[in-house]
């Protein structure tokens, strides 16, 4: 990380020493200069290091080639006089007028329909958005980028350049264009030898490359699965460009955050592909998308979006780059111990910066009075009075924080995009649909829901585990259990890594639908395909997916739990039933591979508990990891209670989440200092959690 820094390398090495509170201020045409020095001073009262600026390329350059940056000079003086680092994120996505008129850098739909740009609450200038696969248009912001950075390359105020805001490809038919056709064909050609290659593989019958057509519907899954796949790397190449200007100028760290991380994102209709984008920047960040989350996985969201982007940050050191503090369109706001919690919670799962969107709640457009910490007018709120209290506390340990990290857990969830993928294709409506529209009312998808529900499971179970990208599927051999959900397309190389995985002792958990599509999107003749019947010791004969086609599992201790809408029956090829359903019908089987085990389940254990709630799932899930698990340091009788651990230079540090809206008490394992209140506390002394509050102990002797 940071190897391409040079003299300006102190910078990150610094921040690395805290941590980092900041927030967006200025956003053009919000807020207005007369409210600037005072917001600043503010703004460094209340505790807080960094703000940021979002200097918009329409705004900036009105005519081609001539730049206006009085707004942005006189910002950066004030935040300079104010103590206050910044983070300047030019934004692309709204451009100039001529980029349209002179280039026609209009995005076509799947229709061919012109996508005409608009102007809303986030892109208020308007201009949004260009086709950035027109060189014209990646040339022209690239060209703006560097002015700026040529501008301001000597301003000491700047201490990080952020390459792209959100990146993602927006709508589905984003972008249907001469120039993104031309794009895809040729990546096509680059991945395949030959056109009869792509037709070998695709079970097609195109003349060349240049009949391959953008797929204007979702009714053929391969097609449409290519395309999506191209789309995200795309993505990640126009961050690319963009940190390649700006490094050719100056040295100081770029990052980029995504909007929706991988783990939440609707992966077909607002694609990114999350281990592709991080690889182009120094380091990473997200939104955080947790706002009016569906229950009852919206209190364990804050930590799977942290613990996905620490996972595939490299060498874990990331920031949560958007974190909204209040919502708008006059909906009831947000509770404030919430905010301070998901504050909290990213700081227990690693997060090194946390900035907020945004200082002042928003005056325009679809935002407004959204997402800030004080009032339109700067008033103080319940929520800015918490974050405030908070701040003192993260500011008086900040190095004790930052040098933290999440501990060595022995379990992973895998996340895999291209199972995310053509399960949310699978699940659209199809045929002309303009909406793209999922079939059911869950959160997203099915595979999605799967992954987020058995991690909320392992939450209340109170168990620590990693998230890691099907990518990096060889870091499975770092952990002692491997959890699959909906792993449903398993390539060669995948399928050999899994095999040596349990061959070498390891403990592989994959639940409905493993291996059941070829990498192609055809359906396996035989399922679990890739060669997975020998790992599991069982193959599947019958598979349902329907609205009120529940069964009841019958675990082989005799708890019984109802499975809702997705269940498959095996039939045995070696391993042994551990579960049946209440037709006696095998619902989940175990074998021994090696020196390891590989157990697979007809039905999804986190999906179930979802539209079935039923403790026993928690339970039972806790009697698979059983031996597995590291010492987690959970009050076995407070289930209020949610811990999460960070190892700290000396000893470990303790977060304690209540849960609830009573009072709690946590007896510490140890002597330690009780962070909240500064105060030294003993070993088996009770300390109280407020309600729906949180708890930070730091216990420095213990290992």
């Not at 991988?262 to 281990?275: A, K, R």
Request: aromatic share 12%.
């Amino acid at each position: 990380m940071f190897k391409n820094l040079g003299k300006d390398k102190t910078v990150m090495m610094s921040y690395r020493n805290s941590i980092v509170l900041g927030t967006q201020y200025y956003r053009q045409p919000t807020p207005t200069a007369k409210e600037w020095s005072e917001d600043l001073k503010k703004i460094q009262d209340m505790g807080m290091q960094l703000i940021q600026l979002r200097p918009q390329w329409r705004w900036h350059e009105r005519i081609e080639g001539n730049y206006i940056w009085d707004d942005i000079d006189q910002l950066l003086e004030l935040a300079d006089k104010n103590g206050l680092d910044v983070m300047f994120k030019p934004m692309l996505e709204t451009a100039p007028g001529f980029v349209f008129k002179k280039y026609n850098g209009y995005r076509i739909g799947l229709k061919g329909e012109k996508i005409w740009p608009i102007a809303h609450g986030a892109f208020y200038p308007g201009g949004w958005l260009p086709c950035f696969d027109n060189p014209d248009v990646i040339e022209g912001a690239c060209k703006f980028v560097a002015e700026a950075v040529r501008r301001y390359k000597d301003c000491k105020t700047i201490k990080i350049w952020h390459a792209w805001n959100e990146p993602r490809s927006r709508p589905i038919g984003e972008c249907c264009c001469e120039h993104s056709l031309a794009n895809y064909q040729n990546w096509l050609k680059d991945k395949f030898e030959n056109i009869d290659a792509l037709n070998d593989f695709m079970g097609k019958c195109w003349a060349s490359f240049d009949d391959v057509d953008v797929p204007r519907d979702t009714s053929d899954f391969a097609e449409m699965q290519l395309w999506r796949r191209w789309a995200a790397t795309r993505v990640a190449w126009r961050v690319e460009q963009v940190t390649k200007t700006i490094r050719t100028l100056d040295s100081r760290p770029i990052v980029a955050h995504v909007g929706m991380p991988s783990v939440m994102q609707d992966v077909l209709c607002d694609t990114s592909d999350d281990y592709l984008t991080r690889k182009t920047v120094d380091f990473y960040g997200s939104s955080f998308a947790t706002r009016r989350a569906p229950k009852p996985i919206e209190e364990s969201l804050p930590f799977l979006i942290n613990d996905w982007i620490r996972s595939i940050s490299g060498d874990g050191y990331y920031w949560i780059n958007e974190l909204y503090p209040s919502i708008g369109s006059w909906y009831r706001e947000e509770f404030e111990y919430d905010v301070v919690k998901w504050v909290w919670a990213s700081i227990a799962c690693g997060a090194k910066g946390v900035i907020f969107w945004q200082y002042k709640k928003e005056r325009v457009g679809l935002e407004t009075n959204d997402a800030g910490i004080v009032e339109t007018d700067g008033r103080d709120n319940p929520t800015s009075i918490a974050l405030k209290k908070a701040f003192s506390v993260i500011n008086k340990n900040s190095e004790l924080f930052a040098l933290a990290k999440a501990p060595k857990t022995n379990i992973a969830v895998i996340y895999d995009f291209e199972s995310d993928l053509i399960n949310r294709i699978e699940e659209t409506n199809h045929m002309r649909d303009a909406n793209l529209s999922v079939n059911y009312s869950t959160m997203v998808n099915t595979y999605k829901t799967a992954l987020q529900c058995v991690y909320q499971m392992f939450w209340k179970a109170g168990i620590q585990v990693d998230v890691i990208s099907s990518h990096e599927l060889e870091k499975i051999n770092d952990y002692k259990f491997i959890y699959l959900p909906m792993f449903v397309i398993v390539n060669e190389k995948q399928s050999r890594i899994l095999c040596q995985y349990v061959k070498g002792g390891g403990k592989l958990f994959a639940e409905g639908g493993v291996a059941q599509r070829e990498q192609n999107t055809m359906l396996q003749t035989i399922r679990p395909g890739s060669g997975l019947v020998e790992l599991f010791g069982a193959q599947e004969i019958y598979r349902i997916f329907e609205e009120g086609e529940d069964r009841k599992v019958i675990m082989h201790d005799k708890t019984e739990l109802i499975s809702k809408k997705m269940n498959a029956v095996f039939e045995l090829k070696g391993g042994k039933a551990t579960a049946h359903y209440d037709n006696g019908q095998i619902a989940m089987v175990e074998n021994t591979y090696g020196s390891g085990k590989a157990i697979m389940t007809g039905f999804s254990p986190g999906l179930a508990n979802l539209l079935s709630p039923d403790e026993q799932w928690v339970s039972i899930l806790k009697n698979w990891v059983k031996d597995c698990c590291l010492a987690n340091y959970i009050n076995a009788d407070n289930d209020s209670i949610f811990t999460r651990v960070l190892d700290a230079d000396k000893g470990k540090i303790f977060f304690l989440f209540n849960k609830t809206d009573k009072e709690q008490s946590w007896i510490t394992p140890n002597n330690g200092i009780d962070l909240m209140l500064s105060v030294k506390v003993e070993k088996g002394q009770s300390v109280a959690i407020a309600p729906n509050g949180v708890g930070v102990v730091h216990f420095p002797k213990m290992s």
